[in-house]
C-alpha cells in the first residue's frame, strides 16, 4: 500500500472514530426532538451488572426525574428524606385494588380513603426533605458539585409510586433549570451558581399524587404546565432572568359516569415545530389542548382520559398524540384550529390523520422508530402502530414474569428497549413481528427514562445512576 492509500485509509478511520463518539447532548425529558431515538453503532445492547457498566455512581434519596446531558456534564435531581419515607412499589393498580379489598368489608367511604390515603399517601406533614441538584463528569461519574435548592417539608404530598422530584430538569447548553411544581423554577449555570430563582404558587393535586410534568424550552423561554384542582395553568419564562412572559389558564372542567373528574394531570408539554407553525401541545382530563407559542389556544381535541400522564412528539409530519388509558393514539395533522373530538367519526375531521381506538397507556410514552408507534402500557404489553395509518401490526405481551412498565422505551440500531419496574430491560428487534432479543438486568427498582450520549446510554435506578458502554477490552 503506497503512501497516499495508507494516509487515505487512516483519515476515514480517524473520521470514523470521531463521529461515532461525537457528543450529543440530551438536554430534556426524552431527548430533544421528545422521541427517544439514537443512531450509533457503538452504543451497547447487551449490559448487566458486571457487563458494560463504564462506571456507576449512588444516587441518595429518590427521584423519578431523567438525567440530562450537555456537553460532558450530567444534571439530575433527587429528593433525601429525613428518616423513613413510604417505598414504592411496582405496578398501579396496588391502591384500586386495596379499595376494593375495604369495600368488601364494608368500610363507608370515608374510612377507606383514610386507610389508603394512611398507607400509599405521604403527606407535607409527615416528612421533612430536601430537594438536590446534582452534575456528575459524563466520563467518570464524578460527583462535580451538588446543590440543595430547597429543603423543609414537601410543596405537597405524593403517592408513594411517585417521587417528590419526578419532574426532569432542561438545559439550553449555557444554564439548567430545575422545574418543581408547587415549589418553583430553579435556574443554575454549569459550575453549580444560582442564576435566578422563580417562587411558584402551590395548587392540590388530585388525592396528593405528586407531581411530574416536566419543563422545555423554546427559544429564550421556558414552558411549564401545572395541572392541579384548583388554579390550572401554562406559562412561559424568561431564560435570562425567570420573569414571567405570559400565563394561560386552563382548568379542566370534566365529568365522569361518578361525578366531576379529576383536574390533575403530568403531562410534559411538547413543542411542536411543523410545516404550518409552531405550537406547544398539551393534554389535560378530558382534553389535547395546543396552543400559540404565546399562549393563544389554537386547537383543542376532547374525548381522551381523564388521567393523563404521556407526552406528545411528531414523526412523519404528524403529531403522534396518546389519548391515555382506555382511550386511543391519534395521529394529528399540521394546521388544526378550533375543536376536535374523538369517536367512531373521528377521522371525518379534517386534521385528524388516523385514530387506533383503545391503545392509549396510562405512565410510558410511546415511541416512533422505522415506521412503527411502539405503545408500551403499564402491564408490559406492547403494541406496535403503522405510523401511516395507525393499523396495529402487533400485540405482545413481554417476557414471562408480568413486568410492570413506567419508563418511557428508546430506540437504536433497529432495536426497542423497554425498562420495568423491576429494573430488567427487554431488548426487541424492531420489526413486522414481535421478536424479543434479550433480557438486561440491574436488580434495582427502575422508574425514570434514560438519556443516551454518543455511545453511553445513561440509565437511572432508585438507587445508582448508571453509564452503560461496550467494553474496550476487546
Known amino acids: 500500500m503506497n503512501d497516499f492509500r495508507k494516509t487515505f485509509f487512516w483519515l476515514a478511520s480517524l473520521l470514523l472514530v470521531t463521529h461515532s463518539h461525537a457528543q450529543v447532548d440530551w438536554p430534556q425529558f426524552r431527548g430533544a426532538e421528545a422521541n427517544p431515538v439514537a443512531e ?134 449555557k444554564n439548567v433549570y430545575v422545574y418543581v411544581a408547587n415549589l418553583g423554577i430553579f435556574a443554575y449555570d454549569f459550575t453549580g451558581q444560582v442564576v435566578w430563582t422563580r417562587e411558584l404558587e402551590s395548587y392540590p393535586i388530585y388525592l396528593d399524587f405528586g407531581t ?77 389542548v395546543s396552543y400559540s407559542i404565546d399562549g393563544e389556544e389554537l386547537w383543542r381535541l376532547s374525548g381522551i382520559s381523564i388521567a393523563p400522564a404521556a407526552s406528545s412528539f411528531a414523526y412523519q409530519g404528524n403529531l403522534i398524540l396518546n389519548g391515555g388509558k382506555g382511550s386511543s393514539m391519534v395521529a394529528i395533522k399540521p394546521g388544526a384550529t378550533g375543536e376536535m373530538k374523538l369517536g367512531r367519526d373521528a377521522t371525518d375531521q379534517e386534521f385528524i390523520a388516523w385514530v387506533a381506538p383503545r391503545t392509549g397507556t396510562y405512565i410510558p410514552t410511546p415511541l416512533a422508530y422505522k415506521e412503527g408507534i411502539y405503545v408500551l402500557d403499564d402491564k408490559g404489553i406492547i403494541t406496535k402502530l403503522d405510523a401511516a395509518t395507525g393499523k396495529q401490526v ?53 422508574m425514570a427514562t434514560p438519556a443516551i450520549s454518543g455511545d453511553r446510554l445513561i440509565l437511572r435506578t432508585e438507587k445508582q445512576l448508571y453509564c452503560i458502554r461496550n467494553s474496550r477490552e476487546s
Open 212 to 288: 411530574g410534568s416536566s419543563p422545555v424550552l423554546h427559544d429564550e423561554h421556558i414552558i411549564i404546565v401545572h395541572d392541579n384542582e384548583e388554579s390550572a395553568f401554562i406559562a412561559a419564562f424568561n431564560t435570562s432572568d425567570g420573569s414571567q412572559v405570559w400565563r394561560t389558564d386552563r382548568t379542566a372542567n370534566v365529568k365522569s359516569e361518578r361525578g366531576p373528574a379529576p383536574k390533575s394531570a403530568w403531562v410534559t408539554p411538547y413543542i411542536w415545530k411543523n410545516s404550518v407553525r409552531t405550537e406547544i401541545v398539551t393534554a389535560q382530563p378530558g382534553a389535547a
Open 394 to 446: 402487533f400485540k405482545k405481551r413481554i417476557g414471562t414474569n408480568s413486568p410492570t412498565m413506567t419508563a418511557s422505551p428508546w430506540a437504536y440500531n433497529g432495536k426497542v428497549f423497554c425498562l420495568s419496574e423491576q429494573g430488567d430491560t427487554f431488548v426487541l428487534e424492531a420489526g413486522a413481528e414481535y421478536k424479543l432479543l434479550g433480557t438486561n438486568s440491574l436488580d434495582d427498582f427502575s
Open 40 to 173: 450509533n453503532s457503538l452504543l451497547p445492547d447487551q449490559w448487566g451488572l458486571k457487563q458494560n457498566i463504564e462506571w456507576k455512581a449512588p444516587l441518595p434519596g429518590r427521584g423519578w426525574s431523567s438525567p440530562v446531558v450537555s456537553g460532558d456534564s450530567i444534571f439530575v435531581t433527587t429528593v433525601v428524606t429525613d428518616g423513613e419515607s413510604k417505598p414504592p412499589q411496582a405496578g398501579t393498580e396496588y391502591s384500586n385494588e386495596y379499595v376494593a379489598e375495604l369495600s368488601k368489608q364494608g368500610l363507608s367511604g370515608e374510612e377507606i380513603m383514610k386507610r389508603v390515603q394512611a398507607r400509599d399517601i405521604e403527606l407535607p406533614s409527615e416528612v421533612n426533605v430536601h430537594y438536590w441538584l446534582y452534575c456528575l463528569d459524563l466520563h467518570s461519574g464524578e460527583t462535580r458539585w451538588q446543590k440543595e435548592f430547597h429543603s423543609g417539608p414537601p410543596a405537597s404530598g405524593r403517592h408513594r409510586k411517585n417521587s417528590y422530584v419526578s419532574e426532569t430538569p432542561v438545559t439550553d447548553g
